[in-house]
T-cell receptor
Framework: EAAVTQSPRSKVAVTGGKVTLSCHQTNNHDYMYWYRQDTGHGLRLIHYSYVADSTEKGDIPDGYKASRPSQENFSLILELASLSQTAVYFCASSEEGGYAEQFFGPGTRLTVL | GDSVTQMQGQVTLSEDDFLFINCTYSTTWYPTLFWYVQYPGEGPQLLLK?????NKGISRGFEATYDKRTTSFHLQKASVQESDSAVYYCVLEPSPNMGYKLTFGTGTSLLVDP
């Protein structure tokens, strides 16, 4: 069974609206990550966390917030969604940081109109 | 800053063809390198990892070779199948002062015609 799940799998949002993407892992991993995937850019790190109740900025944090209320759950929040945030978003977890293998969820396709 | 480069955006092959995907990296140290594969509709998954100690990795019929002299990390497979159609990412481990951030290349999309 899937160890990293994301919800929703697909979402259409309006410009200026609030969007929350959720991620849940059963790997018992301390590290969790949010990535954005765009054609021509590969995967870019938005936020990550290595312990509950704490989050860190990645490479492209502007316009995004993150929340890690527990070891298992990690959310990505778009307070004011914009057209440029249309993308596929992936959550991942890993046992350690550094070169530990990351386990990805199936992704959430977000379209902002 | 540290980076990985995949110049091949898309590769189209026929079944049983030889696959070669090129990746180059730019760092100030000798990193551990990875290939992640993303099948349609799924998230990426680790295909193989190569450290500076062993220089070569093999998994599921794929082989990756790490060349420090040319700062390259190529992925190859002798005979591809339609099921190998996916996006392949060359990935760099975090730099010593960058904590936990993997650096992904832009990906090479492989399409294998039956």
């Amino acid at each position: 069974e899937a160890a990293v799940t994301q919800s929703p799998r697909s979402k259409v949002a309006v410009t200026g609206g609030k969007v929350t993407l959720s991620c849940h892992q059963t790997n018992n991993h301390d590290y969790m990550y949010w990535y954005r995937q765009d054609t021509g850019h590969g995967l870019r790190l938005i936020h990550y966390s290595y312990v509950a109740d704490s989050t860190e900025k990645g490479d492209i944090p502007d316009g995004y917030k993150a929340s890690r209320p527990s070891q298992e759950n990690f959310s990505l929040i778009l307070e004011l969604a914009s057209l440029s945030q249309t993308a596929v978003y992936f959550c991942a977890s890993s046992e350690e940081g550094g070169y530990a293998e990351q386990f990805f969820g199936p992704g959430t396709r977000l379209t902002v109109l | 800053g540290d980076s990985v480069t995949q110049m091949q955006g898309q590769v189209t092959l026929s079944e049983d063809d030889f696959l070669f995907i090129n990746c180059t990296y730019s760092t100030t140290w000798y990193p551990t390198l990875f290939w992640y594969v993303q099948y349609p509709g799924e998230g990426p998954q680790l295909l193989l990892k190569v450290t500076t100690a062993n220089n070569k990795g093999i998994s599921r019929g794929f082989e990756a070779t790490y060349d420090k002299r040319t700062t390259s990390f190529h992925l190859q497979k002798a005979s591809v199948q339609e099921s190998d159609s996916a996006v392949y990412y060359c990935v760099l481990e975090p730099s010593p002062n960058m904590g936990y951030k993997l650096t992904f290349g832009t990906g090479t999309s492989l399409l294998v015609d039956p």
